[in-house]
């Protein structure tokens, strides 16, 4: 059965169990019931699992999107419920999960479908895998399970470059095996013709679109992202960095500094690096073009911080920039 088919009735159900109308342990389970007793499919039973309870975790996920979304962390615990409630769901997700996720990280089509367009996203989403009561899968299940699909080899070999930028927008980590050529993110971007930014990039428009539709204003969407727990192994948390790049209205501060064409692809670099026990937040961030973040890694340029100003030190001369962040 679908649950396009019953999705007024299901968000309901969604909805009253959010705002405790009805008890998610037990009264979701007997409304969903309700919903769907008209549909002759609702009885059937896939390995023991009812199709109503598979048709209402199908929509659990649709609506969950991906842990960026401001929606996810609520309806994550519904599914959390909704697993313990049919344990048979567990058994039937448990048989093909890491392809399962693979499919979610290529946005192929599924029956099951949160968003995953980075790093940080897949490593929620396995965590809450475990929450749910599911085989614990790693970021290497999941990547080995995308090596294994017989079309993928070969768009790799031919360099594809859309499916090049979205492996390294979610497994930084095997950068070596997808881009052994370590081809740059503008090169590939450029041979992909049909887009401008990463993937990952739409993805974060999208949210930040959402968060300001919804009343949000920029300055709090950052200071949220900033208290973000992130997971395991997970230092770099890139949809912060796009934020910062927006609240600059994605202009490098070097170039505004010195006067330079403000016309420029730009990237977010931090001032005292991550490796130097630098922190990932917005205070700790410049913006820059490629060219200005290139000659500070170099040496070129070096910057340093006094209070709330950033001092840029370049041969000629010092700039000075307030931190507004």
């Excluded at 019931?33 to 023991?48: A, M, N, R, W, Y």
């Excluded at 946005?107 to 490593?123: A, M, P, S, T, V």
């Excluded at 949210?207 to 230092?235: C, N």
Aim: some cysteine; charged content about 20%; overall charge neutral.
């Amino acid at each position: 059965m679908r649950w396009q088919d019953h999705v007024n009735c299901f968000e309901t159900v969604l909805n009253s169990s959010k705002s405790c109308e009805i008890q998610p342990e037990y009264g979701a389970h007997i409304a969903i019931k309700e919903c769907t007793k008209h549909d002759p499919l609702s009885e059937q039973t896939i390995l023991g699992a009812p199709s109503y309870s598979i048709a209402f975790l199908e929509f659990l996920f649709h609506k969950a999107q991906g842990p960026y979304s401001s929606d996810f962390e609520w309806i994550a615990e519904i599914i959390r419920i909704h697993f313990h409630i049919y344990p048979e769901l567990q058994n039937l997700i448990n048989l093909n999960a890491a392809d399962a996720l693979a499919n979610m990280v290529l946005n192929r089509r599924g029956k099951l479908k949160f968003l995953i367009c980075d790093q940080i996203e897949l490593g929620i989403i396995l965590e809450w895998w475990v929450k749910f009561g599911l085989i614990p899968i790693t970021a290497k299940n999941v990547f080995d399970a995308i090596l294994s699909k017989p079309t993928i080899q070969d768009r790799l070999r031919r360099e594809d470059p859309l499916l090049l930028l979205r492996l390294l927008d979610v497994f930084p980590e095997q950068s070596g095996s997808i881009n052994p050529k370590n081809l740059s993110k503008e090169s590939l971007i450029q041979a992909a013709r049909t887009i401008t930014h990463p993937p990952s990039e739409r993805r974060y428009h999208q949210i930040y679109s959402a968060y300001v539709k919804a009343g949000g204003d920029l300055l709090s969407i950052i200071k949220k992202e900033e208290m973000r727990i992130l997971p395991m192994q997970t230092r770099r948390n890139r949809f912060l960095a796009y934020l910062v790049k927006q609240y600059y209205h994605n202009t490098c501060q070097i170039c505004s500094a010195t006067g330079e064409d403000l016309k420029k692809p730009v990237e977010v670099h931090h001032i005292i690096p991550l490796s130097k026990q630098g922190e990932d937040c917005a205070h700790n961030m410049i913006v820059t073009c490629i060219s200005h973040h290139r000659a500070i890694h170099d040496g070129i340029i070096s910057l340093s911080t006094v209070k709330d100003t950033i001092l840029i030190n370049t041969p000629e001369k010092t700039y000075f920039i307030t931190q507004e962040l």
